[in-house]
């Protein structure tokens, strides 16, 4: 299904927008730009049209113009009146820049100079024009049909200003002209709209970002190609476009993603699948003192690893290249929650994506993945069904993470003696002796009844004795302490979810099992 609208293409560097229309297809965002075209008869070596007008008793040219070079704009046609002069020769259009008149250059001419020399060029009236695609949009030119005639006297600054030249100009006779019809072998024009851009929406990216800084566009996005295109800054005339815009396309780029990650995965072996992957924006380190500095990264879940990247993976060759690389068992993922009042409803809405949040803080989504040694990455997404999706991905690729591994070992210590701990997915928790292989202790995940640690090496585990029902609290050392307790933590969440499937939030229940005492 195809969803076209209206847009202002935005030059930030000139600072100024350009109507365009928006094609957006399944795999293509196309941005096109209204032209005119030669629909008939020979066409002129240039993109100039030189056209005969015949001032009318009533009605005169038929035509409104604005904008002028005090302006720092052309001055274009603005408005054609129906069955009047500039209208009967079918090769004027609004949007035309008016080049020329009866042989005078009028390119860098003022609006009065033209407006002069118009209403004073006699009855038969030569002009030539060009079609300005790029018409800066506070000339407000009309897209559609014309519109009312204007009244105005042509003494105005503004450059939104109409002079009507449909009124009678200085005729040099009385009688009336003969209408400004077309001539049989002149070529016919048309205006169309033409396509200027396509951007592939295959690995691409949104972004609601003023290019270079950390400012949100106001109903404004940008949508960024694999290859570089990009469309350029789109504003929307409202925000709920512009939301609506931002769904939709996202839509199409997930459904061209989850595809990829299909062809990938039927060229990987079952342990080393894709679950998800797709663009997030990444908040800098040390950039405490700015909470906006975020910059774009590509995250993946494949096999026992997330990975983070600066562009998507297209080869295998790239997924060496990855910036960052964790074991899916030993990184934990946090949604951050952000204030909302009680209406829980919203709240829903929010999350599933089916309505957005309107407040300052654009960075609404946002998620943080903890890894060893104390290493943390923030995320942030554009939607709240993004957010959902990233969760229940992690909570995946650990699950099958977790059940592939089946336990993981770590040395430890204690009292100088040098220890095992492993973590298995079956038996629960058990340490032995490093040399003699002796078990000194195991209990079951459902025997772990509290942690506590000191943020460094030590760790504390208090779990229940079976028979006498006492606490007995098992202390141990480890040189990466962090990985060991979100191992931990992975394998409670995936036997939570094994033994309840329907159960989603298994990571909360694990978040109970290692809560600080």
């Known amino acids: ?15 100024n927008a350009y109507d365009v229309r928006l094609k957006l297809t399944k795999e293509v965002l196309t941005i096109q730009k209204q032209d005119v075209v030669c629909i008939g008869g020979a066409p002129p070596g240039a993109n100039h049209r030189t056209v005969t007008l015949r001032r009318q008793p009533v009605g005169g040219l038929g035509l409104s113009i604005k904008g002028g070079a005090e302006h720092g704009v052309p001055v274009v046609i603005s408005k054609i009146f129906k069955d009047q002069a500039a209208d009967q020769t079918e090769m004027l259009f609004i949007g035309d820049a008016v080049l020329q008149v009866n042989g005078i250059n009028v390119e860098n001419a003022t609006h009065e100079e033209v407006v002069h020399l118009l209403r004073n060029a006699g009855d038969v009236v030569t ?23 204007s009244d105005h006297s042509s003494r105005a600054s503004s450059p939104l200003f109409d002079s009507g030249l449909h009124l009678n100009g200085h005729c040099s006779h009385t009688a009336p002209s ?72 996202s839509t199409n780029i997930n459904e061209l993603t989850l595809q990829h990650m299909k062809m990938a995965n039927k060229c990987c072996s079952p342990c080393d699948q894709v679950v998800h992957m797709g663009w997030v924006n990444e908040r800098l380190q040390g950039a405490d003192n700015n909470p906006q500095n975020f910059r774009s990264k590509f ?13 998507p993976p297209v080869s295998t060759l790239d997924w060496g290249r990855a910036e960052r690389a964790y ?23 929010l999350y599933l994506g089916l309505q957005d949040l309107d407040c300052e803080d654009p960075r609404s989504y946002c998620f943080s993945v903890l890894a060893s040694h104390g290493k943390s990455h923030i995320f942030s997404v554009e939607l709240g069904n993004e957010l959902a999706v990233w969760e229940k991905a992690f909570q995946r690729a650990t699950f099958m993470e977790v059940q592939r591994t089946g336990s993981k070992t770590y040395l430890c210590s204690w009292q100088g003696e040098m220890l095992c701990f492993t973590v298995d997915f079956a038996l629960g928790f058990t340490c032995f002796d490093s040399k003699t292989k002796n078990v000194l202790w195991r209990f079951k995940f459902s025997q772990l009844k509290g942690s506590s640690d000191d943020g460094k090496t030590r760790v504390k585990l208090l779990f229940q004795n079976p028979d006498t029902k006492q606490i007995e ?45």
């Open 178 to 249: 003969s209408p400004s019809s077309p001539i049989a072998n002149e070529p016919k024009y048309e205006k169309r709209w033409l396509d200027t851009l396509s951007v592939p929406l295959s690995m691409a990216r949104i972004s609601r970002y003023k290019a270079g800084t950390e400012k949100l566009r106001s109903s404004a996005l940008e949508v960024l190609a694999l290859d570089g295109a990009s469309t350029g800054a789109l504003q929307f005339s409202t925000a709920q476009d512009c939301a609506d815009w931002l769904r939709a396309i």
């Open 473 to 517: 609290t098992k202390e141990l050392e480890f040189q990466d302490l962090t990985a060991v307790l979100h191992c931990i933590h992975s394998f409670i969440a995936a036997k939570v979810a094994s033994l309840d499937p329907a159960f989603m939030d298994s990571q909360s229940v694990a978040r109970r099992y290692m809560c600080s005492s």
């Open 127 to 149: 002009i030539t024009v060009e079609y300005l695609r790029e018409a800066p949009s506070f000339l407000k030119l009309p897209l559609g049909s014309p519109g009312p005639s």
């Open 299 to 311: 995250l993946a879940l494949r096999g026992s690893s997330f990975y983070i990247f600066s562009a």
């Open 327 to 349: 074991n899916l068992c030993e990184v934990l993922f946090k949604v951050h929650k952000f204030w909302l009042s009680d209406n829980y409803w919203l709240q829903a809405n």
């Open 1 to 15: 299904m195809t969803k076209t609208a209206l847009a202002l293409l935005y030059d930030e560097g000139l600072e």
